[in-house]
C-alpha cells in the first residue's frame, strides 16, 4: 500500500524502470531477471537487495539517484520506503505492549483525545485498519497544503466535519489517519518522539546505520532525488516531509531493510507470540479475511505465503516481500512515485524458486470462457479508459473516479500487451463470486487478476498484483 493512495478498488502492480546504471552486470539468472525488469521500468533509479536464510545473496543499485548530477545509486543510496513505515510503528505499539506502557484494547480517546470522533476507536483497530476513520491523505486538497506546516491538529483538519465511514471493525478499509494516530500513541505511551523511540528501539537493536526520517533527509548522504512524471518528462517532486509521520517517514536503504525483516522476524524486536499476531490477517464479523495485519498485507505468490507492504510518497516507491516458509526477503527501492517495485520482487523471486513459479501456470478446472471474455474486455476497457460503468456495482462506481481511471490506465499500459491468460480458479461468497487469471505480458510481467461480481452480475472489484 502507498501512502499517497491511488485507487482503493484498482490496486495495480506495473513495470516500471530506467537504464540500468554499471555496477549490476547479468552475470547470473537472478540479475539478469533484476536487470531487464529495471530496463524496463519508469524511474531514474533503483536499489534491490535479496536475504536468503538471513544472508543477503544480492544487493545492487541501478540507474542514477540524481538526473541532474548523474550520481549512481549503489548500496549506500537511500529512499523514503512510504508506508512501509507502518511496519515499525506497529512493533513499536507492540513494544510497548510488552512493557506494560499500553493495551491493544485501549480507546484512542485515552492518548489523543484531540480526535472526538476516533475516541472509543481501539489500537487494535487503528493497526488492523478497521477503524473507520477517514484517511487523510485523500482528501482533495491535500497535494495543495503539503508544503504547509504539518502537525496533528492541521491532519485533524483535513477529515474535519467527517464521520466514522463505518462501525469499528466491521469493514477493513485503508487509512494513514490510523498509523500517524498510532505515531501520537508510541509518543504519550512512550514520553518520547515517535523518531526518537524508532531509532532507539528499532533501528538500534535493528543494526539499521544507515535509517533515517523524512525530516531529516536534506542532510543525509547518499539520499537520492523523488520525481514524477510530467508530459513524459521526470521532474523533482515536492517534499512530504513531516506529513507522512507515523505513516510513512522513513528514510532507508535495501539493505537496512534487510536488516529490519532479519531482526522483527529472528525475534530481536518483539516477541513470538506478538510476531504471529502481527503478520496474521485479521477477520470481520462475517468472517472474512481482511488479509491485513499490523502494517503487512498477508497474501501469497508463487503459491506461497508472502508478508508484505509497499510504500509510495512523492517521488519515491518501495516494497519489501517476506516469505517466512522460505526464509527469504526482497527488496526493491525506486525514486519516482510512478514506479511500482513490487513487479521487480515478484521477478526476484519467480527466478529464486523456478519450481514455484511454474507451478503457477499450470490451469485450473472449470473456467467459463464467458466469464474470460469479460474479464479481458474489462481489462480493456481499463487500458483505454472507456469504461462501461453500467457494469459496476455503485461502490466500484464511486470509487473508479476519473481521476482514478485514468491513472489506473497509464499504469496498465506500462505491463505491456497481455499474451496468456490462465485461469486460477474462483471463490465464492453469499454476496459475490471471485475470479482469479495469472496474465503474462509482452513486458515479462505477471499479474494476478481478480474480478469479484455480485449477485446481480454487477463488477464488485477488479483487482491486480504481480502474480
Known amino acids: ?247 510513512g517517514a522513513i528514510v532507508s536503504t535495501a539493505g537496512d531493510l534487510l536488516k529490519w525483516d532479519r531482526a522483527l522476524f529472528g525475534g530481536k524486536l518483539i516477541s513470538a507470540a506478538d510476531l504471529q499476531l502481527m503478520t496474521q490477517a485479521g477477520r470481520l464479523p462475517s468472517g472474512k479475511s481482511t488479509r491485513y495485519g499490523f502494517g503487512w498485507i498477508i497474501g501469497t505468490h508463487d503459491g506461497t505465503t508472502r508478508i508484505s507492504h509497499g510504500g509510495g510518497t512523492f517521488g519515491f516507491a518501495a516494497e519489501n516481500d517476506v516469505y517466512p516458509k522460505l526464509g527469504e526477503a526482497v527488496v526493491a527501492l525506486q525514486n519516482s512515485s510512478d514506479a511500482t517495485p513490487t513487479i521487480i520482487t515478484a521477478r526476484a523471486f519467480d527466478v529464486l524458486n523456478p519450481q514455484l513459479a511454474q507451478a503457477e501456470t499450470k490451469a485450473a478446472s472449470g473456467e467459463d470462457p464467458n466469464v474470460t471474455a469479460r474479464v479481458k474486455a474489462v481489462w480493456a476497457m481499463f487500458v483505454s479508459g472507456n469504461l462501461d460503468r453500467s457494469q459496476l456495482d455503485a461502490g466500484m462506481n464511486k470509487a473508479i473516479t476519473p481521476q482514478v481511471l485514468a491513472a489506473a490506465g497509464e499504469q496498465f499500459k506500462t505491463v505491456g500487451t497481455a499474451q496468456t491468460w490462465v485461469y486460477r480458479g474462483k471463490k465464492s461468497t453469499p454476496q459475490y463470486t471471485t475470479y482469479v487469471y495469472l496474465v503474462t505480458f509482452s513486458s515479462g510481467a505477471k499479474l494476478n487478476l481478480t474480478m469479484s461480481v455480485d449477485k446481480d452480475g454487477k463488477i464488485a472489484g477488479f483487482f491486480a498484483a504481480p502474480g
Not at 499517497?4 to 554499471?22: D, E, T, V
Not at 512510504?82 to 485501549?106: H, N, P, W
Not at 517534499?239 to 507522512?244: D, E, F, S, T, V
Open 1 to 247: 500500500m502507498k501512502l499517497i493512495a491511488r485507487a482503493a478498488a484498482c490496486m495495480l502492480a506495473a513495470l516500471i524502470g530506467i537504464p540500468a546504471s554499471a555496477g549490476a552486470q547479468a552475470a547470473d539468472p537472478l540479475t539478469d531477471a533484476v536487470l531487464n525488469a529495471v530496463k524496463a521500468s519508469r524511474a531514474p533509479g533503483a536499489a534491490v537487495a535479496v536475504m536468503r536464510d538471513g544472508t543477503v545473496t544480492f544487493e545492487s543499485g541501478f540507474g542514477v539517484r540524481d538526473i541532474g548530477t548523474k550520481a549512481p545509486v549503489d548500496v549506500h543510496t537511500r529512499f523514503e520506503i512510504g508506508s512501509i513505515t507502518k511496519q515499525f510503528t506497529a512493533a513499536a505499539i507492540l513494544q510497548l505492549k510488552e512493557q506494560g506502557k499500553l493495551a491493544l484494547s485501549d480507546p484512542l480517546g485515552k492518548y489523543v483525545p484531540q480526535y472526538a470522533p476516533g475516541k472509543a476507536v481501539t489500537l487494535a483497530q487503528l493497526l488492523g485498519q478497521v477503524s473507520g476513520i477517514p484517511n487523510y491523505t485523500d482528501a482533495n486538497h491535500f497535494l495543495s497544503i503539503a508544503t504547509h506546516p504539518a502537525s496533528l491538529n492541521a491532519v485533524l483538519a483535513l477529515i474535519k466535519g467527517k464521520s466514522l465511514e463505518f462501525k469499528p471493525g466491521t469493514k477493513w478499509a485503508y487509512s494513514n489517519t490510523n498509523y500517524y494516530l498510532l505515531g501520537r500513541v508510541v509518543e504519550a505511551a512512550s514520553g518520547t518522539t515517535w523518531e526518537s523511540y524508532v531509532r532507539a528501539h528499532i533501528f538500534v537493536p535493528a543494526g539499521m546505520t544507515e535509517s533515517t526520517f523524512a525530516t531529516e533527509e536534506s542532510g543525509v548522504p547518499d539520499m537520492a532525488t523523488g520525481y514524477e512524471l510530467q508530459k513524459g518528462k521526470f521532474v523533482p517532486a515536492q517534499p512530504l516531509g513531516a506529513w507522512a509521520y507515523a505513516a
